[in-house]
């Protein structure tokens, strides 16, 4: 007959105190567990999504900045001899679209053969567990690359939406 007590909770190390068997409460745990996998699963895969989203964004707004300048170079002679003053915002925005599409390692998990020959033996709570952890590691790797490329976009589409107006403005003087 199944033992009765308490039993360890996944993942915080409490022990749960419970009158059911012993294999009740394991196959619980497992069904929670594996109900946590898949929503961690799913928000490393919307948080990879976010960053490629961030790049999409960068790579158009940093299409847009070397049209500008483009723009500027071939109207040169045009304006006065101060027209490269307004190509300064459209580089410093630049910098920061090319801030967020440099290329960035994201951890998303376990390595799948390393974690079968360590875990093949082992109880299936345990493999949850070990897998949870892994993608909740994971899930904060991804944010903090993902914030650091947003803050490369905000950089460059402050920048460039304060310069726009501000260098057609001193263009339309000078001209």
Not at 25 to 43: C, D, F, K
Not at 66 to 95: E, K, N, Q, Y
Request: net charge negative.
């Amino acid at each position: 007959m199944p033992r009765q007590g308490r039993y360890p909770v996944a993942m915080s190390g409490e022990l749960l105190e419970t009158t059911a068997p012993e294999d009740e409460v394991s196959l619980e745990q497992e069904r929670v567990t594996a109900t946590l996998i898949t929503v961690a699963q799913a928000q490393v895969a919307a948080a990879l999504s976010n960053a490629d989203t961030h790049d999409t964004k960068a790579l158009a707004l940093l299409a847009v900045d070397v049209g500008g300048v483009a723009l500027l170079v071939t109207t040169r002679s045009s304006l006065d001899r101060f027209w490269w003053v307004a190509m300064i915002p459209a580089l410093v925005s630049a910098a920061g679209f090319v801030w967020t599409l440099l290329p960035r390692e994201f951890f998303i998990g376990p390595d799948v053969e390393a974690f079968y020959r360590e875990f093949i033996g082992s109880p299936p709570l345990d493999a949850n567990v070990a897998v949870l952890a892994s993608l909740n590691q994971a899930l904060k790797h991804v944010r903090d690359a993902t914030d650091q490329k947003r803050a490369g976009w905000i950089v460059g589409a402050l920048v460039m939406a304060g310069a726009l107006p501000v260098c057609t403005a001193y263009l339309a003087v000078v001209h």
